[in-house]
Structures are given as structure tokens and as C-alpha cells.
């Protein structure tokens, strides 16, 4: 790009001014041009550029002052013979013009321009205003005085009616339409200097076109922020439209006496009310009144600047009359001058979450309560298991033990401690008799059997044994699922012995005299008495 730059200055040169040519114009170009992009890259967003004035007014600087004045210097200095000053001031305001013509173009369009005029509304109209622009440009040039006040005005006009890419690409015509009738229509050259005469600038040629092309520049750009920032604010409003029109939660805007100014589906749809008889209430009249003073005075608070926004659970009233929880988050929207405007409230149905809380309170209060009741069962049964003279034991389906009351503690040798978690079989030892075999399994049908039931031995852990008699009882769950046992053992040691006694007695009374021992402990016995 800069061989094809200085390539055109060389031929343009050979064309317009032969004597002039030479590499000093060139180069004093190509510097020009490095510096302003050296400048513009420093001071401006490429992305988007020319975003407000303050941009307009860097590129401004970067592109039509600094640039222009230097190499103005540049060429002021090294060429030969003429006023140095006047050589200055026509370089910078050429230059200066060209570059507030073309920099913003070259800065704005993209690779993508063209797609712009898929919309024929934007390509008619930009089509029509340049039409309209240089046809009225010509006439002024040619036939009215002042002549660059009218086009001034034009583009002024074209500025107002079109984007900027646009309005800058009708100035660059404009521009060069006028430049081209300057030199070769001798009417409007002669108009020009006549101007400038007037006013002894008859040296600064250039200083009209950039006299045009400031304020309309600075116009552009300012319709495009004004441009910018409605859409900016059209698109934020739309956006919170659309957040409060379709959320879940309640919202409303409420003015800074309570009336309700904007309320949402979600918000309608809780209270019962529709959208124009709420905007003809405040939010008092739905508030339950033992709720509307705790609500009033964080209001207060908030409208003051001692909080900046407050939540609580409260109640409203809808239209039917019933009363209905939800969780409030108030916020204050101010003015520049920190009154306030209006207020932002978050309404958000906790009415089931209110009544599930409630019930949960209600179970947890029974659970706690049966939790007590079943707690003193225990230590009733506790006590009880503990009083009663038969060792009872619990297992679990698996018959490893759980529970074992101090009977059965002292009739197996075992402590409650060491017993859990092994099965019956390992702690208790049960027999058929004082030497017979093992009972290999308390819980079966064959145990019933009524020899064996009325010699079953139980060898405790550290020497002795009791005669016994067990039953195991099954336990089952409402739904009958099987959870474990309940082993009661009575220690029928006592009761045994006499029996065997007193089979003794009655055998040895049923016996011959002549065979029959006085050895009857029950017969010593009565004797004795």
C-alpha cells in the first residue's frame, strides 16, 4: 500500500506540476501517513473508533493536525526559494482536508460494507440523499453566492438523515465534486478566489473544504451517538421488559406513595387482580394489616438512605380474600438529585413453602413427641427385662445377638458388651441333657419334642449348667418383613430337681415293702417336719 501511494503522488505530480517531481513530496507523504496511523492506533478502539466526539476529535488530531504540520515543516524547510510560512499553511490545510475526507471512511468500512445494503430501504435512501446532495452541490457551486454555505448546510442535512459510513461517503463525493468543478470550471475557481480575496486568504485555498468538513464531521458523529445511546436505552428498557414481563417471580414498579405503576404476569396471576385494577391500588390495600407496619417502616428506612434494599416474608390479601405468603425484596430507584423516584419490588410466591413449613413443624413436633413416648417404652421395657427373673435375648434375622437382659448375662457367662454382634449359637451352649448332643438350631419344630424340651442343659461360659426351657418368638415388621428374634430362656433347675424327687417318692411308695428305702429326700423331709 505505501509503493502504491507514492507511486500515485509521483504520477499526479508528473501530470499537474512536471517541474515539481521528485522523491521529497513522496516521502514527506509516506512519513505523514505512518506518524497518523502511529497516532491512531495509540489513541483509538479499532473495533469501533469513531464512537463519540472525543474519538472524532483524537482522529481529528491524529490524522489532520499533527501529521499535516510536520511534514508542512518538513517541506517548508527543504524547498528552495519562496515563503516559507505560506508553503506551511498550504501543505496543512491540503492535507488536512484530505485526510478528514478519506481517514473516516478508511477507519469505518469493513470487509462486510456491502452486506449493509441487503436492507433496500438503507440503499434507496442512501442512493436518493446523494443524488439529491450533489445535484443541489453543483447548483450552489455554480450559481449561488456563498456557495459553500449551502453545501455546508447539504451535508449538515445528509449528516442527520444517514449512519455516518454513509454521510462520510457523501462528504468524499461532495468534496471531490467540488474540487474537480474548482479546477476545471473557471466560473467556480474564479467565485472561490474572489472569496478568499475578500477576506486576504487568497494563499489558503484549502481552508473552505475544511471549513465544510468540521462541522458536519462533528454533526455525523454526534447524531451517531445520539443514534447509539437511544438504542442503548431503547434495547436496556426491552430487556427489563422482557426480564420482568417473563419471570417466575413477581415484580412490580411502585411509586414512591405505594401505587402500583407497572406490575408483571407472575405478580397478577399471585394476587387474583388483573394488570389495570392493580395499577389503580397501592400495595397497601393488598397488604395483610398485621404485616403493612413492619413492611412501612423498612420503607421508611430504605426511602431515608439508611438501608439500600430490605427483604422479609409477608402476607397479601388477594382478591378473594385469603391470605397468601411471599418474600419481598424492596430496592430505591433515585433522581440525579438523590430524591427518590420510584421503588423495584421481587415478589416471590413462598405460600406451599410457607405450609410445608408448617407441616414439617407439626411432624417434627410429633416425631419429637413419639420420639419421648417410645423413648420412655424403652426404659420401661428396660427396666422390666431387667426386674424379671428369665433371661431374654434379641437378635437380628441372622440370630447374631443384640440385646441380652443381666439373667441372661449370668446364666451364658457372657456380658451384654462381649455377646453383641455374635450368634446365639457361638454364646449359648445348649444340650440334649447334662451329656447329650448340642441343639445345633433354638429355633426348630423338632425342639417341641417333649423329651427333648425336658432335658435341655445350658453350659454356661466359665463352668455349670442350668436345666432350661426356651421359646423363640419371631419378629416381623407391619408389612411382615422379617427383622429378627426374641429368645426367652426360664432356668428350671429347681423346679427339675424336685420333680426327679418326687418321681423317686411315687416309685418307691408304689414298690414292695420288702424293697422300699426310707432314702426319699421328700419323705426325710416330711419326717423332719
Known amino acids: 500500500m505505501s509503493v502504491a501511494g507514492v507511486l500515485g503522488i509521483v504520477l499526479a505530480t508528473e501530470l499537474y506540476a512536471p517541474e515539481q517531481n521528485g522523491l521529497l513530496h513522496p516521502l514527506t507523504n509516506l512519513m505523514e501517513a505512518l506518524v497518523g496511523a502511529l497516532l491512531l492506533r495509540r489513541w483509538l478502539n479499532l473495533d469501533n473508533p469513531l464512537r463519540n466526539l472525543r474519538h472524532w476529535t483524537q482522529m481529528a488530531i491524529a490524522t489532520a493536525l499533527i501529521p499535516p504540520l510536520l511534514s508542512g515543516i518538513v517541506v517548508a524547510s527543504l524547498t528552495p526559494g519562496g515563503n516559507a510560512f505560506q508553503t506551511l499553511l498550504v501543505w496543512m490545510l491540503s492535507d488536512a482536508s484530505g485526510a478528514l475526507a478519506l481517514v473516516p471512511l478508511g477507519m469505518l468500512i469493513r ?6 445494503y441487503r436492507n433496500r430501504t438503507l440503499l434507496i435512501s442512501t442512493i436518493l440523499t446523494a443524488a439529491i446532495t450533489l445535484a443541489l452541490s453543483v447548483i450552489a457551486m455554480l450559481y449561488m453566492p456563498w456557495p459553500f454555505t449551502f453545501i455546508m448546510v447539504l451535508m449538515m442535512w445528509s449528516a442527520v438523515r444517514l449512519p455516518r459510513i454513509e454521510a462520510f461517503l457523501i462528504f468524499l463525493l461532495i468534496i471531490m465534486m467540488v474540487l474537480t ?8 475557481q ?8 475578500n477576506y486576504r486568504l487568497s494563499n489558503m485555498l484549502g481552508l473552505p473544504f475544511l471549513m465544510v468538513q468540521l462541522p458536519t464531521g462533528v454533526m455525523s458523529i454526534a447524531m451517531y451517538a445520539v443514534y447509539s445511546e437511544r438504542r442503548r436505552i431503547a434495547e436496556s428498557e426491552t430487556r427489563f421488559r422482557n426480564a420482568m414481563e417473563y419471570s417466575a417471580v413477581g415484580m412490580a414498579i411502585v411509586d414512591a406513595y405505594g401505587q402500583w405503576l407497572q406490575v408483571n404476569k407472575a ?8 394488570p389495570d385494577e392493580l395499577h389503580q391500588m397501592t400495595f397497601q390495600q393488598v397488604t395483610w394489616p398485621e404485616d403493612l407496619a413492619q413492611d412501612l417502616e423498612q420503607l421508611d428506612r430504605l426511602t431515608r438512605g439508611e438501608i439500600e434494599s430490605y427483604s422479609l416474608e409477608k402476607r397479601y390479601r388477594t382478591r378473594q380474600g385469603e391470605a397468601v405468603w411471599a418474600l419481598l425484596a424492596v430496592s430505591l430507584v433515585r433522581n440525579a438529585d438523590g430524591t427518590p423516584l420510584y421503588f423495584i419490588q421481587q415478589i416471590e410466591d413462598i405460600n406451599d413453602l410457607k405450609k410445608s413449613r408448617e407441616a414439617n413443624k407439626r411432624l417434627m413436633a410429633e416425631i419429637t413427641e413419639t420420639n419421648e ?11 422390666t427385662l431387667d426386674s424379671i427373673h428369665e433371661a431374654v435375648i434379641s437378635a437380628d434375622s441372622q440370630q447374631n445377638i443384640i440385646f441380652m437382659n443381666p439373667v441372661a ?3 451364658s457367662g457372657w456380658k451384654q458388651a462381649e455377646a453383641q454382634g455374635k450368634s446365639l449359637h457361638e454364646v449359648l451352649y445348649i444340650t440334649q441333657g447334662d451329656q447329650g448332643p448340642r441343639l445345633e438350631n433354638l429355633y426348630s419344630d423338632e425342639n417341641l419334642d417333649s423329651d427333648i424340651e425336658l432335658n435341655k442343659v445350658l453350659h454356661s461360659r466359665y463352668g455349670g449348667s442350668f436345666d432350661i426351657h426356651h421359646s423363640m418368638t419371631p419378629l416381623s415388621t407391619q408389612e411382615g418383613e422379617h427383622i429378627g428374634f426374641v429368645l426367652v430362656i426360664q432356668d428350671v433347675t429347681e423346679s427339675r430337681r424336685l420333680l426327679r424327687q418326687l418321681s423317686c417318692c411315687v ?8 424293697t422300699r ?3 426319699c429326700p421328700i419323705v426325710q423331709a416330711l419326717k423332719a417336719s
Request: net charge negative; aromatic share 10%.
Open 181 to 188: 468543478l474548482s479546477a476545471q470550471h473557471p466560473l467556480v
Open 190 to 197: 474564479e467565485n472561490i478566489e474572489n472569496t478568499l480575496n
Open 517 to 519: 428305702s426310707p432314702a
Open 409 to 411: 448375662e449370668k446364666i
Open 111 to 116: 470487509a462486510d460494507y456491502f452486506q449493509r
Open 267 to 274: 405478580l397478577s396471576k399471585f394476587l387474583g387482580y388483573p
Open 373 to 383: 413416648a417410645l423413648f420412655q417404652e424403652k426404659e420401661r421395657l428396660h427396666i
Open 507 to 514: 416309685s418307691l411308695a408304689t414298690a414292695p415293702a420288702t
